[in-house]
């Protein structure tokens, strides 16, 4: 059976037209079904804070020899529902396709470490004098259930998490990761054939020590103990956990980054271009920033970074370029570095046909100047002329929904103000991709400037692009991004979010916005103030507009 990705995949997957895919997909291996459990005790005294069971893999084994893991294994023929149903006890709504994953899951920690969930008949676990009592080389689960009148105690197990094995390895489990506590008394003894040396041992230490080299472990369970590091205390991973949807569902891409093969989770930055590159998993494409030539994303779309890396740029100005040999369009050719101009100007040659502007900051406009000085096209955009800033005037003013044609591809203009108040974004109608500029940039929020930035333009320009047919963003910095909706949900929740900040430390009495600064960026280094007092700004302008606060003539802000 193939694992079900449709809670992981983003739209990209069926939306990019296969023809522009850049590599042919090959069907990855099947995974099979497992489960693991992870069992949790408190810790004592007054540090605190609990820990995980561990257990060290057989050097010997097919997968992941060595490591450090979650007790669990894949299911067999005995962990049939209807064996579930008939040896175990459930919660109410827990559902019959998780249930028989906990109960494979107790049955492999009960044979690999001899630690059994398991009630008898007045309700009470199993303790350890009962526990060496059972054979734990028993091939009938089931039968040694029901001679020691027992039932699986599937009540007090979790659903924490899925994951999938990764599409490019050769050997791969569809496992769901389940929770509990350890059962009280019981001590774990590792069966010394798959498993040796259980070690209890708190998420933050564990992931500590493998770092310093001591402690092997795995992505997953990588992941997993760093997502535990978040609770305080067993009880609340349990209470955290629903039996109607996992916490969290990952299977992870690699690529290549510094020399070695990373990993991703859907929620990390890298994620949505490996996605792109590679739909089946294999690991083919190279995450580093490349400078000197441009890193091909489509048939249709290449991105040439350039060498202007900083604080407000990552790893620099992302120039795309858009069309075939027959034509290209340059998007965003940059700063005004000769170097980096002459390799767009080599790579498109003399079929240049448009340069196209997302806006006119310093870091994205210039560049398209001295293109146009060596290849005679036409420069796109809107124009601009705030007082004390350089204006920007494009040869031909684009509007709203104009589009442009180039090779395969139709680009659509959207007029999204905010950032600057002559931003464009570009949208690839066929594939569903948006060269967003710096609307939305990968890993963090844009700059929002008054007088010429708008807090409120911006977050309604938000809307206006989560209502088209996404499938990828491609930003001005940083990576491309896979789940386009879910990032501008993000984004408008981080600021709605500071919004409610501001409105929260606006007084009754008229105060100045220096005055507000440390209670609304309070999680804000003091040296940062001076671009989170412009923020601050663009935030309370909202407001006003809204109605929502009010200004004074000596520039005194309060709630309205």
Known sequence: MKPDLSAIEGPGVARVRKEQRLHAYQEPVAARHAATVLLLRDCEGELGGFEVLMTRRSAKASFAPGAYVFPGGALDASDSSAAMSKHSIRRPGQTEAIATFAYAAVREA??????????????????????????????????????????????????????????????????????????????????????????????VDALARHERGEFDIIFPTIRTLRRLTRFASSQAVIDACKDGAPMWTSCPRAGFYKGEVERFSEEELPFGELELLSLDGRVQHKLDWQHTAPVQLTRSVWRLTAPNPGMMTGPGTNTYIVGDPTGWAVIDPGPADAVHVERIASFVGSQLKLILCTHSHLDHSPGAFLLQQIHHAPIFGKAWSPPGYPSFTPDLELSDGQTLSVGACTLRAIHTPGHASNHVCFFIEEDGLLFSGDHINSGSTVIINPP?????????????????????????????????????????????????????????????????????????????????????????????????????????????
Do not use: C
């Open 110 to 203: 009960f044979e690999e470490l001899g630690v059994l969930l398991a009630r008898k008949s007045d309700g009470q676990f199993v303790d350890q004098d009962q526990l060496v009592q059972l054979d734990r080389d028993t091939q009938d689960f089931n039968g040694l259930l029901a001679q020691h009148n027992l039932v699986a105690a599937l009540d007090s197990v979790h659903w924490l998490a899925h994951w999938i094995t990764d599409r490019d390895l050769p050997k791969r489990f569809d496992v769901q990761f389940l929770i509990a506590k350890m059962p009280p008394g019981q001590s774990p003894i590792a069966d010394e054939s798959e498993q040796f040396e259980p070690v209890w041992v708190k998420p």
């Open 452 to 560: 010429d930035g708008n807090m409120l333009h911006y977050i309604q320009e938000l809307d206006r692009l989560a209502a088209l047919d996404l499938s990828y963003i491609l930003p001005a910095h940083g990576w491309v991004m896979g789940f386009p909706h879910l990032a501008i949900a993000q984004l408008k929740s981080h600021r709605l979010a500071r919004e409610a900040k501001v409105l929260a430390a606006l007084p009754a009495e008229a105060v100045p916005i220096d005055a507000l600064l440390p209670k609304v960026y309070a999680d804000v280094q003091p040296a940062l103030y001076p671009a989170a007092k412009r923020s601050l700004l663009a935030h309370l302008q909202k407001l006003h507009a809204e109605g929502r606060a009010q200004l004074t003539d000596d520039q005194l802000w309060a709630l309205a």
